[in-house]
């Protein structure tokens, strides 16, 4: 079952672990208050601008993943924008991974983002996340860009990639 989410404390409620593993990754500190009002302003920020969670569920409405879609429609009459989508965020919980959910998912986003008017879908991932890369690219989206070091000079950087949703 999926449901969309707009609501920041329902979707922390029910996916806060995976939200900072998504995030943060090892690098989040629960004890630390600044990293959990950095982590709520993300969350805010993202819905702000224009993002939408669609949450899977069991048959049992237990949490399964998220993806969160931002799609600024943009300004009315100006055919130029409201034509993409981005994957801000995309996971499934470690007990329900390597059965197929992340492809569902995914496939959820791109039919939300063409409903909403996207053209095209953009998602990135860590340059040395070479099985998020090859996943993508199964998907049918394709490599455009790279970013190193923009996380920092101990990073690889990040790979950028497209789809256009026909």
């Given at each position: 079952m999926y449901m969309q989410r707009r609501n920041i404390d329902?979707?922390?409620a029910d996916f806060l672990p995976l939200i900072?593993?998504?995030e943060c990754g090892s690098h989040y500190d629960s004890t630390n208050t600044q990293h959990e009002a950095w982590?709520?302003?993300r969350l805010a920020t993202l819905f702000m601008s224009g993002g939408t969670a669609i949450c899977r569920y069991d048959e049992g409405n237990v949490p399964v993943g998220l993806v969160l879609v931002q799609h600024?429609?943009?300004l009315a009459g100006v055919a130029c924008f409201g034509k993409k989508a981005t994957i801000a965020m995309i996971g499934i919980l470690p007990a329900f991974r390597s059965k197929g959910l992340g492809k569902e998912l995914l496939?959820?986003?791109e039919r939300h983002a063409k409903a909403e008017g996207a053209e095209c879908v953009y998602v990135d991932t860590y340059a040395n996340n070479q099985g998020a890369i090859r996943f993508y690219v199964q998907q049918g989206y394709v490599p455009v860009a790279y970013h190193p070091y923009e996380n920092g000079a101990d990073d690889k950087g990040?790979?950028?990639l497209c789809k256009e949703l026909t």
């Open positions: 329902d979707l922390r900072i593993e998504l982590l709520k302003n600024d429609k943009g496939l959820e986003a990040q790979v950028y």
